[in-house]
């Protein structure tokens, strides 16, 4: 028999409706915890395809390292001791493959083909072979308890009973080594029946050095994230929930954030004057501006406006030049999240939209950096697959035919996935995200097949009285690839009316304008999802759980992505502590260097534990300057904290409205008064306060943050409320329940009631 292990039970259906021909689906376990396993007749011999759920491995600390304390901190980062164990929650996972995994005589590893899915390959390997260990090898066994404990919580075990395993630390094996030792690895980058069908036809063995470097990520991110989150949050005084998270890639990628909002806070705006007119003849109407731009001194601009007096316009010169658009290369991941984000869905949202088109075989595999179709790709299949979806059949139809291709080409190539390309056609109506990215999918797979477009440039030149000014226009001459993209692309079509030199037209306004420079603006998440990629950021497997990681913490808000006062203050706090260091843990490069590291492991160039020991020396350097500055690391945690909460001046008395939870969890707001105000005394039986006693209820779920503005009617502050994640549209309202400003939404509710 043979057993066919994937990374998700999706893929195993899905492997198992491509090779069988009948399928027998068997359940096992129930609840959360329930593993499907399908069985069929493979080749005149019995098959069945399961499904992990990722990885079902983990590292971890001994025991003696749970409690947060900064004294331990030290030997933590000196002698790790880190062990490759079975991850607790796979339990049922495990117990469902050990049963099907009875009598089998071929292991076949069909997991992601990428780095992380070697590495999940590898872990089957070990489990299903007995050597992969429980717990570790430090640890007592432990009683089962309920609920494992979470990260960040101080979890002591009571002290163990005595071992029922006859202290063997290891899973018991599933199968004879020979059989695990004689396991075939296959590669597939789309789950449909000729890329399946490829890959079982020509197998291969696991790559354990690829496997290695995903291995190597997981031990240095432990150590990296476990020791700087915990001197972080201790040093701040911030426990439980509240804890700050600091990670390996977390941290730079915060920095981008963080530095791109101190540079606006330092941008020093210039002003300048602008001057602009409208013309008209008959039913056309032309914008011009004056051809000199920016005026930088307001009495050049008077001067100028003074000599632009007249009723009428003449036109002095007028060009048009087409030129050509090329169509965009193909989707790699980051290119992919950074156009959907452009639609409105956050990097973490379109990728998660993207695995599922993947599992439906409707897309190739959506982890990849390469941007050049390999020449083995079968376009003319997708095209003629497309050709039965509606939205671009003439177009798929059309190229379907056509003899032969020549695509875009991006940057990258690389030569494990092609780029992202669609290769189904959905069988019912999509919704959602997976709707959206769909439709970009292919409409970016066939733009890489069309022609340039050709837009015609036109600019006019015009006198008013004895002063220049110009208008530009475009045209679309021939749409070529914005046939199918043009939803996608940069608005083009904005053309200018017939004129030519000598004709004459209106002046209906001519004005000037005072603007000042801009300072530069906030990363979209979709740009800061490409400089990640410029970086070396993170891989195109994280970088967007990284992103949606700092808006779970509270580091950043909205979208443009803005920090907050907490996620300033993080890496200010750093940098005071790292001025004279020789790396910097927030710093970009250092992260990029590891990770040119592990592409090296994975080239059999070095070892993990070379490499995780040469991590350990750069974590060690960088502890010892924090510890040095730990009260300036409390002190500036804690005001950002302050003034992330303060929402504005309190109308009563011109204290501060602060954001405060009550015993249930709830927020509220209240005055909490002045800076340094003295408490009250009390009355008996209660608390002495701060603050004139003004509370407000607030919404519960979303980020809240000060406008720094007060409501028109009443004068309390405003507040924005965001969505999780900056979605959604922020919401401005007054912070007071009872101001007039609501009474049209109550009615409003009332009235649908
Ligand atoms: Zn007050
Ligand atoms: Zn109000």
Redesign the pocket.
Request: proline share 6%; with cysteine.
């Given at each position: 028999m043979r057993l066919i292990v994937t990374e998700k039970d999706s893929a195993a259906r899905k492997i198992a409706d491509i090779l069988g021909g009948k399928v027998t689906v068997k359940e096992h376990g129930r609840g959360r915890q329930k593993v499907r396993s399908y069985h069929f007749g493979y080749k005149d011999d019995d098959a069945v395809a399961i499904g992990l759920r990722g990885h079902v491995m983990e590292t971890v600390f001994p025991n003696t390292y749970r409690r947060w304390s900064l004294k331990y901190l030290g030997d933590m980062i000196e002698r790790p001791d880190l062990a490759w164990v079975v991850d607790g929650g796979a339990a049922g996972t495990l117990a469902a493959l050990r049963s099907v995994a009875k009598g089998a005589t071929e292991v076949v590893i069909a997991t992601d083909y990428d780095r992380e899915g070697e590495l999940i390959g590898h872990e089957a390997l070990e489990i299903l072979r007995g050597d992969a260990l429980k717990r570790h090898p430090h640890d007592k066994p432990e009683k089962k308890k309920a609920g494992a404990a979470g990260r960040g919580k101080a979890a002591a075990a009571p002290p163990a009973e005595p071992p029922a395993d006859n202290g063997d630390p290891r899973v018991k094996a599933m199968l004879p080594a020979a059989a695990v030792d004689r396991h075939i690895r296959v590669r597939y980058s789309a789950l449909t029946r000729e890329e399946v069908e490829a890959a079982f036809a020509k197998p291969s063995t696991v790559d354990f050095n690829l496997a290695e470097a995903a291995h190597s990520r997981q031990d240095i991110d432990l150590i990296w994230g476990a020791v700087l989150t915990r001197f972080m949050s201790l040093a701040s005084y911030r426990y439980g929930s509240d804890y700050l998270s600091v990670g390996r890639v977390q941290s730079p990628t915060l920095r981008l954030v963080v530095d791109r909002e101190l540079e606006r806070r330092a941008f020093v705006p210039i002003p300048y004057w602008e001057i602009k007119a409208t013309l008209t003849r008959g039913d056309d109407t032309v914008e011009v501006a004056h051809t000199k731009g920016r005026f930088d001194s307001l009495e050049a601009m008077e001067t100028a406006l003074a000599r632009a007096q007249a009723d009428t316009a003449e036109v002095t010169a007028y060009k048009a030049e087409p030129r050509k658009v090329a169509p965009p290369a193909p989707f790699n991941t980051t290119a992919l999240m950074s156009a959907a984000s452009g639609g409105g869905a956050s990097p973490a949202r379109a990728m998660r939209a993207a695995e599922s088109l993947y599992l439906d075989g409707l897309i190739s595999y959506p982890r990849t950096d390469n941007t050049v179709y390999p020449p083995s790709l079968d376009l003319r299949g997708s095209l003629e697959a497309l050709a039965g979806w509606q939205p671009v059949a003439t177009t798929a139809a059309r190229l379907a035919k056509q003899g032969k291709y020549t695509p875009t080409r991006g940057k990258k190539r690389t030569t494990d996935h092609p780029p992202i390309y669609p290769v189904g056609v959905p069988k019912r109506q999509l919704s959602g995200d997976q709707a959206k990215v769909y439709d970009l999918v292919v409409r970016r797979f066939l733009a890489t097949l069309l022609p340039a477009a050709v837009i015609e440039g036109q600019r006019v030149d015009v006198r008013i009285g004895h002063e220049p000014f110009l208008a530009r226009g475009s045209r679309v001459a021939s749409p070529g690839f914005l046939e199918v993209y043009e939803k996608y692309a940069a608005k083009r079509d904005r053309p200018l009316p017939a004129l030519q030199p000598g004709d004459v037209l209106q002046v209906r306004d001519l004005r000037s304008e005072s603007k000042e420079t801009q300072p530069p603006s906030r990363y979209g998440q979709g740009a800061l999802i490409e400089k990640m990629e410029e970086l070396s950021l993170g891989t195109k497997a994280t970088r967007a759980d990284i992103i949606q990681h700092l808006y779970d913490r509270n580091y950043v808000r909205d979208n443009p992505v803005e920090p907050t006062e907490l996620g300033v203050a993080l890496i200010t706090a750093f940098d005071a502590a790292m001025k004279k260091a020789p790396v910097d843990i927030s710093s970009w490069q250092m992260t990029a260097k590891l990770d040119d590291q592990m592409t090296r492991i994975s080239e059999g160039e070095l070892r993990r534990d070379q490499v995780v020991a040469e991590s350990q020396d750069m974590l060690e350097q960088a502890w010892k300057l924090l510890d040095g500055h730990v009260a300036d690391i409390r002190e500036r945690i804690k005001s950002g904290v302050r003034e992330d909460l303060t929402l504005g001046e309190?109308?009563?008395?011109?204290?501060?409205?602060r954001v405060l939870r009550g015993k249930t969890g709830k927020r509220f707001a209240a005055?909490?008064?002045k800076e340094g105000e003295e408490p009250q005394p009390a009355a008996e039986g209660e608390r002495p306060r701060r603050?004139?006693?003004?509370t407000f209820p607030l919404p519960q779920r979303g980020t809240i943050t000060p406008t720094g503005k007060t409501c028109g009617e009443c004068g309390w502050p405003e507040i924005k409320v965001v969505g999780a994640g900056g979605r959604g549209r922020p919401w401005v309202l007054c912070v007071d329940i009872d101001c007039p400003s609501k009474e049209k939404y109550r009615s409003r509710a009332k009235k649908n009631a």
């Amino acid at each position: 028999m043979r057993l066919i292990v994937t990374e998700k039970d999706s893929a195993a259906r899905k492997i198992a409706d491509i090779l069988g021909g009948k399928v027998t689906v068997k359940e096992h376990g129930r609840g959360r915890q329930k593993v499907r396993s399908y069985h069929f007749g493979y080749k005149d011999d019995d098959a069945v395809a399961i499904g992990l759920r990722g990885h079902v491995m983990e590292t971890v600390f001994p025991n003696t390292y749970r409690r947060w304390s900064l004294k331990y901190l030290g030997d933590m980062i000196e002698r790790p001791d880190l062990a490759w164990v079975v991850d607790g929650g796979a339990a049922g996972t495990l117990a469902a493959l050990r049963s099907v995994a009875k009598g089998a005589t071929e292991v076949v590893i069909a997991t992601d083909y990428d780095r992380e899915g070697e590495l999940i390959g590898h872990e089957a390997l070990e489990i299903l072979r007995g050597d992969a260990l429980k717990r570790h090898p430090h640890d007592k066994p432990e009683k089962k308890k309920a609920g494992a404990a979470g990260r960040g919580k101080a979890a002591a075990a009571p002290p163990a009973e005595p071992p029922a395993d006859n202290g063997d630390p290891r899973v018991k094996a599933m199968l004879p080594a020979a059989a695990v030792d004689r396991h075939i690895r296959v590669r597939y980058s789309a789950l449909t029946r000729e890329e399946v069908e490829a890959a079982f036809a020509k197998p291969s063995t696991v790559d354990f050095n690829l496997a290695e470097a995903a291995h190597s990520r997981q031990d240095i991110d432990l150590i990296w994230g476990a020791v700087l989150t915990r001197f972080m949050s201790l040093a701040s005084y911030r426990y439980g929930s509240d804890y700050l998270s600091v990670g390996r890639v977390q941290s730079p990628t915060l920095r981008l954030v963080v530095d791109r909002e101190l540079e606006r806070r330092a941008f020093v705006p210039i002003p300048y004057w602008e001057i602009k007119a409208t013309l008209t003849r008959g039913d056309d109407t032309v914008e011009v501006a004056h051809t000199k731009g920016r005026f930088d001194s307001l009495e050049a601009m008077e001067t100028a406006l003074a000599r632009a007096q007249a009723d009428t316009a003449e036109v002095t010169a007028y060009k048009a030049e087409p030129r050509k658009v090329a169509p965009p290369a193909p989707f790699n991941t980051t290119a992919l999240m950074s156009a959907a984000s452009g639609g409105g869905a956050s990097p973490a949202r379109a990728m998660r939209a993207a695995e599922s088109l993947y599992l439906d075989g409707l897309i190739s595999y959506p982890r990849t950096d390469n941007t050049v179709y390999p020449p083995s790709l079968d376009l003319r299949g997708s095209l003629e697959a497309l050709a039965g979806w509606q939205p671009v059949a003439t177009t798929a139809a059309r190229l379907a035919k056509q003899g032969k291709y020549t695509p875009t080409r991006g940057k990258k190539r690389t030569t494990d996935h092609p780029p992202i390309y669609p290769v189904g056609v959905p069988k019912r109506q999509l919704s959602g995200d997976q709707a959206k990215v769909y439709d970009l999918v292919v409409r970016r797979f066939l733009a890489t097949l069309l022609p340039a477009a050709v837009i015609e440039g036109q600019r006019v030149d015009v006198r008013i009285g004895h002063e220049p000014f110009l208008a530009r226009g475009s045209r679309v001459a021939s749409p070529g690839f914005l046939e199918v993209y043009e939803k996608y692309a940069a608005k083009r079509d904005r053309p200018l009316p017939a004129l030519q030199p000598g004709d004459v037209l209106q002046v209906r306004d001519l004005r000037s304008e005072s603007k000042e420079t801009q300072p530069p603006s906030r990363y979209g998440q979709g740009a800061l999802i490409e400089k990640m990629e410029e970086l070396s950021l993170g891989t195109k497997a994280t970088r967007a759980d990284i992103i949606q990681h700092l808006y779970d913490r509270n580091y950043v808000r909205d979208n443009p992505v803005e920090p907050t006062e907490l996620g300033v203050a993080l890496i200010t706090a750093f940098d005071a502590a790292m001025k004279k260091a020789p790396v910097d843990i927030s710093s970009w490069q250092m992260t990029a260097k590891l990770d040119d590291q592990m592409t090296r492991i994975s080239e059999g160039e070095l070892r993990r534990d070379q490499v995780v020991a040469e991590s350990q020396d750069m974590l060690e350097q960088a502890w010892k300057l924090l510890d040095g500055h730990v009260a300036d690391i409390r002190e500036r945690i804690k005001s950002g904290v302050r003034e992330d909460l303060t929402l504005g001046e309190c109308k009563n008395c011109g204290g501060q409205l602060r954001v405060l939870r009550g015993k249930t969890g709830k927020r509220f707001a209240a005055c909490v008064g002045k800076e340094g105000e003295e408490p009250q005394p009390a009355a008996e039986g209660e608390r002495p306060r701060r603050g004139c006693g003004q509370t407000f209820p607030l919404p519960q779920r979303g980020t809240i943050t000060p406008t720094g503005k007060t409501c028109g009617e009443c004068g309390w502050p405003e507040i924005k409320v965001v969505g999780a994640g900056g979605r959604g549209r922020p919401w401005v309202l007054c912070v007071d329940i009872d101001c007039p400003s609501k009474e049209k939404y109550r009615s409003r509710a009332k009235k649908n009631a």
